[in-house]
Protein backbone atom coordinates (compact mmCIF):
# COMPACT_ATOMS: atom_id res chain seq x y z
CA UNK A 1 0.00 0.00 0.00
CA UNK A 2 1.27 3.14 -0.61
CA UNK A 3 1.31 5.72 1.65
CA UNK A 4 0.62 9.32 1.48
CA UNK A 5 2.83 12.29 2.05
CA UNK A 6 -0.38 13.57 4.53
CA UNK A 7 -0.63 10.69 5.95
CA UNK A 8 3.38 9.96 6.90
CA UNK A 9 3.18 13.51 8.34
CA UNK A 10 -0.05 12.59 10.51
CA UNK A 11 1.86 9.17 11.67
CA UNK A 12 4.57 11.32 12.57
CA UNK A 13 3.01 13.57 14.92
CA UNK A 14 1.13 11.06 16.04
CA UNK A 15 4.44 9.36 16.94
CA UNK A 16 5.83 12.62 18.42
CA UNK A 17 2.65 12.88 20.84
CA UNK A 18 3.46 9.71 22.10
CA UNK A 19 7.12 10.23 23.73
CA UNK A 20 6.86 11.25 27.13
CA UNK A 21 10.44 12.55 28.32
CA UNK A 22 12.12 11.18 24.93
CA UNK A 23 10.95 8.03 25.57
CA UNK A 24 7.70 5.97 23.73
CA UNK A 25 5.15 5.71 26.32
CA UNK A 26 3.17 2.39 25.65
CA UNK A 27 -0.15 3.61 27.29
CA UNK A 28 -0.34 6.58 25.19
CA UNK A 29 0.46 4.68 21.83
CA UNK A 30 -2.69 2.25 22.78
CA UNK A 31 -4.98 5.33 23.56
CA UNK A 32 -3.71 7.20 20.28
CA UNK A 33 -4.45 3.77 18.16
CA UNK A 34 -8.19 3.97 20.18
CA UNK A 35 -8.31 7.54 19.46
CA UNK A 36 -7.88 7.22 15.32
CA UNK A 37 -9.70 3.82 15.26
CA UNK A 38 -12.89 5.75 16.98
CA UNK A 39 -12.67 8.54 14.41
CA UNK A 40 -11.75 7.17 11.40
CA UNK A 41 -9.41 9.95 9.32
CA UNK A 42 -9.65 10.13 6.16
CA UNK A 43 -6.69 7.49 5.18
CA UNK A 44 -6.25 6.08 8.22
CA UNK A 45 -5.13 2.53 7.62
CA UNK A 46 -1.89 4.52 6.22
CA UNK A 47 -1.55 6.58 8.88
CA UNK A 48 -1.91 3.51 11.42
CA UNK A 49 0.23 1.72 9.28
CA UNK A 50 3.23 3.92 9.00
CA UNK A 51 2.85 4.86 12.67
CA UNK A 52 3.13 1.25 13.43
CA UNK A 53 6.45 1.59 11.39
CA UNK A 54 7.53 4.22 13.69
CA UNK A 55 6.91 2.33 16.38
CA UNK A 56 8.50 -0.61 15.77
CA UNK A 57 11.58 1.40 14.28
CA UNK A 58 11.72 2.73 18.20
CA UNK A 59 11.24 -0.37 19.59
CA UNK A 60 14.07 -1.82 17.67
CA UNK A 61 16.13 1.09 18.48
CA UNK A 62 15.63 0.72 22.41
CA UNK A 63 16.61 -2.85 22.34
CA UNK A 64 19.86 -3.81 22.80
CA UNK A 65 20.88 -7.93 22.36
CA UNK A 66 24.50 -9.00 24.01
CA UNK A 67 25.34 -12.69 22.49
CA UNK A 68 28.43 -13.92 23.39
CA UNK A 69 29.95 -17.87 23.00
CA UNK A 70 30.08 -18.14 27.16
CA UNK A 71 28.06 -16.51 29.77
CA UNK A 72 29.93 -12.78 30.79
CA UNK A 73 30.87 -12.19 34.24
CA UNK A 74 28.54 -9.89 36.57
CA UNK A 75 31.31 -7.13 36.21
CA UNK A 76 31.63 -7.22 32.39
CA UNK A 77 28.11 -7.09 31.98
CA UNK A 78 27.33 -4.28 34.62
CA UNK A 79 30.28 -2.66 32.17
CA UNK A 80 28.47 -2.86 28.82
CA UNK A 81 24.83 -1.96 30.23
CA UNK A 82 26.80 1.28 31.48
CA UNK A 83 28.53 1.67 28.35
CA UNK A 84 25.68 1.31 25.94
CA UNK A 85 23.39 3.16 27.98
CA UNK A 86 25.89 6.19 28.05
CA UNK A 87 26.22 5.67 24.25
CA UNK A 88 22.33 4.83 23.32
CA UNK A 89 20.71 7.23 26.26
CA UNK A 90 18.30 6.11 28.97
CA UNK A 91 15.57 3.08 28.24
CA UNK A 92 17.59 0.70 26.60
CA UNK A 93 16.35 -2.10 27.10
CA UNK A 94 19.21 -4.96 27.36
CA UNK A 95 19.43 -8.88 27.05
CA UNK A 96 22.56 -11.39 27.37
CA UNK A 97 22.16 -14.51 25.19
CA UNK A 98 24.76 -17.19 24.72
CA UNK A 99 25.43 -18.66 21.23
CA UNK A 100 28.09 -21.38 21.24
CA UNK A 101 28.53 -20.51 17.29
CA UNK A 102 30.68 -17.15 18.04
CA UNK A 103 33.59 -19.39 19.57
CA UNK A 104 34.72 -16.54 21.62
CA UNK A 105 34.33 -12.21 22.22
CA UNK A 106 31.05 -10.82 21.79
CA UNK A 107 28.35 -9.83 19.32
CA UNK A 108 26.57 -6.50 20.50
CA UNK A 109 23.24 -5.99 18.33
CA UNK A 110 21.36 -2.06 18.77
CA UNK A 111 18.29 -2.18 16.93
CA UNK A 112 20.11 -1.91 13.29
CA UNK A 113 23.88 -1.17 15.17
CA UNK A 114 25.81 -4.21 14.95
CA UNK A 115 29.40 -4.97 16.95
CA UNK A 116 30.81 -7.77 15.99
CA UNK A 117 33.85 -8.48 18.03
CA UNK A 118 34.02 -12.62 17.49
CA UNK A 119 36.24 -14.73 16.59
CA UNK A 120 34.06 -16.18 13.86
CA UNK A 121 33.50 -13.02 12.11
CA UNK A 122 36.96 -12.68 12.52
CA UNK A 123 37.87 -16.22 11.07
CA UNK A 124 34.95 -15.25 8.24
CA UNK A 125 37.10 -11.66 7.32
CA UNK A 126 40.57 -13.88 7.20
CA UNK A 127 38.36 -16.77 4.45
CA UNK A 128 37.80 -14.08 2.57
CA UNK A 129 41.44 -12.14 2.63
CA UNK A 130 42.28 -14.93 0.83
Known amino acids: ?18 LANGLLDDNLVRQTVQLVIARKPRGYMAILTHFQRLVRLDVARRTATIESARPLPENLRTAMQANLARQYGPGLAISFAQNPDLIGGVRVRVGSDVYDASIRARLAELAEAF
Open 1 to 18: MKISKQARRDAKHLFRSC
